[in-house]
C-alpha cells in the first residue's frame, strides 16, 4: 500500500522568512503533485513533477522531486500573508492505478 | 463552464436518508474521479472513471456507496442508508487521459452532513 507522509504537519512562519516542507512516499513512483487548500475551499493544482530531478518555480514556491530518495520538497521563499493555505502532496504510484495517494496536508500560517 | 462543477454544494441529510451527489468534469476529461476529504480520515480516493466504465472502484468504504457515469460526463454518486461517519466534503476530479501523464481538477466539493 502506497504511503505518503509530509512534514511538518503544522508550521507558523513570519513573512520574508524561508522554510521548507517535506513528502516522503513509500513507492516506486515518478509522478508527484502539489495542490493548495484555501479553507473552505477545493484543491488548487500548483506543481506537476514526473521525472527524478524535476524542479519546478512558480513566485516565492519551488518543488522539487528526487525519485531515487522518494522524496518531494517544497521550498517557500521569502513568506508573504497570501500563501496561508494548507498543501498537499500526492502520489500517482506506478501500481496504483489512476488514483491519487495524498499526504496529510501541511497547515501553513504566515504572520505578518 | 471553465472547471469541474459539483451540486449541490452543501447538503444536510437525516441519517438513514439516500443522497445523490452530481459532478460535471472539465469539457473533453476522460477521466473522472470522486474522493473524500474528512477531518479523520484526510483525503480518499474512493472511485474512478475511463469513459463510463470504472476500472477502479476499490476506494468505495461500503455496498452503500455506488457512482455511475454516463455519456462520458456527468457523474452521481450515490449515498445509500447515510450513517453519520459519511459526514464529509465530497470532492470530484478530472484530468485528461494521455500517457499516465495527467494533473486531476479538483472541483469545489459537496459539504454532506449527516445528522
Known amino acids: 500500500e502506497l504511503k505518503v507522509e509530509q512534514n511538518p504537519l503544522f508550521l507558523s512562519m513570519q513573512e520574508g522568512k524561508n522554510y521548507t516542507i517535506y ?6 513512483s515518478d509522478r508527484l503533485y ?62 496504483s492505478g489512476s488514483r491519487l495517494t495524498f499526504g496529510e496536508g501541511t497547515q501553513l500560517t504566515v504572520n505578518p | 463552464g471553465a472547471g469541474v462543477s459539483q451540486s449541490p454544494s452543501n447538503k444536510v441529510t437525516e441519517k438513514g436518508k439516500d443522497v445523490e451527489l452530481r459532478c460535471d468534469p472539465i469539457s473533453g476529461h476522460t477521466a473522472l474521479y470522486w474522493y473524500r476529504q474528512s477531518l479523520g480520515q484526510g483525503l480518499e480516493f474512493l472511485i474512478y472513471f475511463q469513459g463510463n466504465s470504472a476500472p477502479d472502484k476499490s476506494g468505495l468504504p461500503s455496498d452503500r456507496f455506488s457512482a455511475e457515469r454516463t455519456g462520458g460526463s456527468v457523474s452521481t454518486l450515490t449515498i445509500q442508508r447515510t450513517q453519520q461517519e459519511d459526514s464529509a466534503v465530497y470532492l470530484c476530479a478530472s484530468s485528461w487521459e494521455t500517457s499516465g501523464r495527467k494533473t486531476q481538477y479538483f472541483g469545489p466539493g459537496t459539504r454532506l452532513l449527516v445528522l
Not at chain 1, 522518494?70 to 500526492?90: E, G, N, P, Q
Open chain 1, 34 to 95: 502539489w495542490y493548495r487548500q484555501d479553507p473552505g475551499k477545493s484543491l488548487e493544482s500548483l506543481f506537476v513533477l514526473l521525472s527524478n530531478g524535476a524542479v519546478k518555480q512558480e513566485g516565492r514556491l519551488m518543488a522539487s522531486l528526487d525519485t531515487k530518495a522518494r522524496l518531494s520538497t517544497l521550498h517557500i521563499t521569502a513568506a508573504v500573508h497570501d500563501l496561508s493555505a494548507t498543501y498537499f502532496c500526492a502520489v500517482d504510484g506506478e501500481t
Open chain 1, 23 to 28: 513528502c516522503n512516499y513509500s513507492t516506486t
